[in-house]
């Protein structure tokens, strides 16, 4: 063999190597990645509450309520579903890769590569619900009250009293993952994946409004230009949130990899306070109002990349 064919066939050995090596790569240890989507949210179960205190006579309004010598206060409580939405989110990941396992006999070409993550995101959105009382809205009467007896004045029919509701929704997502990759026998560069996570999610309300649309009390019928949570329209919780996602991740270069994936974020109820309704003699005061959302499930689509550290 001459030192030309030598040469020729040391290099091609090489070449040939460290293709095997790329090729049979078992993991990627840590990595970090970003990443950011969009997607849905449905019909949310919503409520609200509060008490609507009773006017006296130098500030009432025609019409409204006439008999002033009624010693009781309204007791609100409706409930209902928001709007469908959409959403918007962007996060980061930090992840650390196991070495891989094999699946079936080593000619197989199957793997399995579990990994773990910590990751946290921002999901942006909004809400928009319409409320109505389910039940008669009661009045209630005042301690030490005098005058006409409160239970002589009839409550307002189930699903005459109704609001619509509107707010800004902010929310950030702190989750611990496990990732299962698949290694198949056609790529083991292209790797579909499953996972599942748990965590939390503090969720901030902001601008909210919230409007009567229906009041059979008030002379128009109904409230305009009235926010009800106009001392305060912003108000903030926790919840617990869940989380299973499936994609694929392809590994483009030696350490950078791209990645496209569907998720379902499941966040649990949570109780928000609002302020009370300051307009003066322009409207009776309240008490703060609660506001319950429901569950939320959140379908999303996301695109990232990912880097081997």
Known sequence: MTKKTLFITLITAAIISQ?????????????????????TSNNDNMSQSGVAYKRDEANAIPGYLADYSYNADLLVNVIGKS??????LGGAQIGYELPEFQMGSHSSGWGLRPAIELEGYYLGSSMNSNLSNPNPEAFQPLANAVGENPNSHPPLAAS?????DTMNLNMGV???NTVFNFKTPWSSRILPYVGAGIGGAITSLSGANSTQTSNPQMPTGYEPGINHFNSNTNASSSAFATQAKVGVRAELFDKFSVFAEYRYLHVTGSSYTFGSTEYGVDHAKTSNWGVGIGSMNYHTGVFGIQYDI
């Open 160 to 164: 005459s009293h109704t609001f619509t």
């Open 174 to 176: 702190l989750l611990a």
């Open 83 to 88: 709007d469908p939405k959409t959403a918007s």
């Open 19 to 39: 293709s095997v090596h790329a090729d049979e790569k078992g993991s990627r240890g840590l990595y970090i990645g970003g990443f950011g989507g969009g997607g």
